[in-house]
């Protein structure tokens, strides 16, 4: 499972064994015991990866057997926009801050973390 976590100044991904259900359950358990809101609903979630990594081409080859749960589409020359679809936990249903989980296969949750580990470094480069 990847979990991305938007905070108000940046995105933050982990690679979780935790299956999406249990990670969810355990979210919904901490806010009732916190007595804090919950909202939990299906979305999809975005975030750019430098364009030019050569893993790329192997998520692109991956992806032609999994594109209803992961989408990509060209943001400029220099980026790629990476779309996941799953589950949106946040405090109102309009928040920008949150958590949001996606349950794809292995090899391509591994494959989306590298490469998005690559491409902050390639923005703490360039930033």
């Not at 299956?19 to 919904?28: H, S």
């Not at 249903?93 to 949150?98: R, V």
Request: charge should be negative.
């Amino acid at each position: 499972m990847l979990k991305l976590t938007y905070t108000d100044a940046d995105v933050y991904i982990e690679c979780l064994s935790t299956p999406i259900e249990t990670a969810i359950a355990q979210r919904v358990t901490l806010a009732l015991r916190c007595g804090e809101t919950l909202h939990v609903t299906p979305n999809s979630a975005s975030f750019l990866l430098a364009a030019h990594l050569p893993q790329l081409a192997q998520l692109q080859q991956l992806l032609k057997s999994h594109s209803e749960a992961i989408a990509l589409a060209p943001a400029d020359t220099d980026w790629v926009e990476i779309t996941l679809y799953g589950s949106w936990l946040s405090s109102s249903p309009y928040a920008h801050e949150g958590v949001f989980l996606a349950a794809l296969p292995v090899a391509i949750e591994r494959l989306v973390y590298q490469l998005w580990q690559a491409s902050a470094c390639v923005q703490g480069v360039r930033g």
